[in-house]
């Protein structure tokens, strides 16, 4: 039988890299009974980090759902990673929650990934509660970090909670909408005591109080009059309105602890099914064709929103039922490829609205597809996935069938992988969101499909333009005692706007070329325009006029125009002024405040430009424009300079002329290629 709808909570974990999200998630199933000890990411015995490369790195590469009972409520939790290179788990796990805890390290404090995931949280207006994690380790400070928080998402956050003690002397906490205290001993389940507040903490206990109802009573305003008039607010209303004020995005309740201590974690599932809310609660999905109540007796529709890969047992998809119930044994319609698929046994009870769960051995179904009773069109407004800004060229080892097979069986797990084939180098491409990214899915290759690949760093792109106008001119003429060949075009050209292209125009008068062959013309201006004269690169945003030319009524024929055209924009680019072109990226970076001058000196031995800087948390967050070929192999030397703790994404700014030193080792190694042995 499945769960009533609004005894469910669906709650994505998300935060930085490194704050403890998979301790946190060990500790929560520890606490609710669904595990028998707390396992450590050290010794890889954590539930939901089961992959060999997850233990290697220890750390999380992708969502995985644990769902357990408290207090008669069922909780379906997703632990998401935390690095930026796969975010795109953590967006999807935000895409099918109505809440999400935000797990913070009380060291860090707010950092990039942080508030990168809070903005996308606040897109779908899901409810936000923060859990300081690792009070306990040196230079942890709860109260710096809370007013981190306030500074970075307003004056809504605001604490429910207070440690007892600090660093490794944190011993509890003080629940501030009830006034207790509790004191933790060790790491066992039961290792809650109540306690009196501490006299020492009374006054700051108070202080957090109020703040807490000031939030709190702005949630009504017959709340919010009776608390100025300095009338007695019940402890039912003031859990009433923290709840309400939490679920419409009104109050963010800021909770801590200790996860690999258990330091906490009962209030933390407390808070869970008291403050956040349900699918009932939260309401209806309004998607451009339909609008989805959390109503088992209504048609069923589940949305696909994990697929993994696996080589034995095929597609494994973790799925949320939005409407109607998702049942064993049963045939229903994906949407997308307009075919059934069979549902086997689902583990445990039938699958109701608003609850999540795994289908394996599914034939067409992957990632983004919908599941239903009938077949409907239906959409889910797409997620805004980073670009992949590290690339390599890709050569398989062996079978290159079971490579390109096994990528895109990966693709289908992580839509911010690419693999392709660059039209202007010719080289396969695998690219990924860093360095460490496409490690992982070369390492998955070989672990999962026994496929190998051997990786290079890619080829840049760059282009060719023109700065000046100029003329030419081009005939092609081949008499071979039948039918000739013949086509002779003049034409002019000058230097386009940026992203334009080609633009080419026809100012052909009086017939000397007949309009039958003007698009042969453009054809071989195009053929011209792939080579370029300086280092035969592509040519980017020009205007090409043909004003001129002849034609033979025997001899002329589509082919000889696209060679003329060919020949008169290689003799107008010959005298054209071309330069040679590199790509810019847009750099934004985020890096210990200590390494700051040691990064900018970097950037600028890489020929980047230093757009700004500000602090984000303990970080400091910087921007500058850089040269995509200067960024080929900067993760590691980053690693390097930060000891770890630095990141980046960039993204395509523009195409820039290239200093004339550099030009100069670039059409140098380009001529020694052309003139290397086959």
Known sequence: MSHAPD????????????????????????????????????????TSDSEADEQARQMSISASLSSFEWQERKINLLDTPGEPSFVADALGALRVCESAIFVVNAVMGVEVGTQRLW????????????????????????????????????????????????????TGLIDLVDMKAYAFDGAARDNATEIPIPDELRQQAEEYREKLMDEVAEV????????????????????????????????????????????????????????LPSPVKHGAME????????????????????????????????????????????????????????????DGDDVGPGDMGAIGKLKETRAGDWLADRDEPITMPAIKMPAPVMAFSMTAKGDEDKVYTALRRLQEEDPTLDVH?????????????????????????????GAEVELRPPRVPYQETIRNPAKGHGRHKKQTGGRGQFGDCHIEIEPGEDNTGLQFVDKIKGGVIPNGFIPAIEKGVRDAMAEGPIAGYPIKDVVVRVFDGQYHPVDSSEAAFRMAGSLAMR?????????LLEPMMLVTLSVPEAAVGDVIGDLNSRRGRPQGMEPVGLMTEI??????????????????????????????????EIPHHIAQQVISAASDKEGAPA
């Not at 109050?251 to 330091?263: E, H, K, Q, S, Y």
């Not at 003799?571 to 330069?579: K, L, P, R, S, T």
Request: charged letters at 25%; aromatic letters at 6%.
């Open 571 to 579: 003799d107008a680019m010959a005298q054209a002024g071309a330069v």
């Open 119 to 170: 903005e996308r949280a606040a897109e779908l207006d899901i409810a936000r509660l923060v859990y300081v994690n690792m009070l306990d380790r040196e230079r942890a400070d709860f109260f710096r970090t809370l007013d981190a928080l306030k500074a970075a998402f307003g004056r809504h956050v605001v604490a429910t909670e207070i440690p007892i003690g600090s660093e490794q002397d944190v």
């Open 220 to 275: 009504s305003e017959a709340l919010m009059e009776r608390y100025l008039e300095g009338d007695e607010i019940s402890h039912d209303e003031i859990v009433g309105a923290l709840k309400d004020g939490t679920n419409h995005g009104d109050i963010f309740p800021v909770t801590c602890g200790v996860a690999t201590r258990n330091l906490g974690t009962n209030r933390l599932l407390d808070a869970i099914v008291e403050d």
């Open 287 to 346: 998607l451009p064709e339909v609008t989805l109540e959390p109503d088992p007796d209504r048609p069923m529709f589940a949305y696909v929103f994990k697929t993994k890969a696996d080589p034995f047992a095929g597609r494994i998809n973790l799925f949320r039922v939005y409407q109607g119930v998702m049942r064993s044994d049963c045939h229903v319609l994906n949407t997308r490829v307009h075919g059934k698929e069979r549902i086997g046994h689902l």
């Open 7 to 46: 005894r469910i909570r669906n709650v994505a974990l998300v935060g930085h890299r490194g704050s403890g999200k998979t301790s946190l998630n060990e500790a929560l199933l520890f606490q609710a009974g669904a595990i028998t000890r707390l396992g450590t990411i050290q010794d890889g015995s954590t």
């Open 421 to 449: 084939r660059d039209a202007q180098t010719g080289d396969m491409i695998l690219a990924g969101l860093s360095q460490m990214h496409v490690e992982v899915v070369v390492g998955r290759l070989k672990e999962r499909f």
């Open 623 to 656: 921007k500058a424009e850089v040269p995509m070929s200067e960024m080929l192999t900067y993760a590691p030397d980053l690693r390097a300079i930060t000891g770890g703790q630095g990141d980046y994404t960039m993204e395509f700014l523009r195409y820039e």
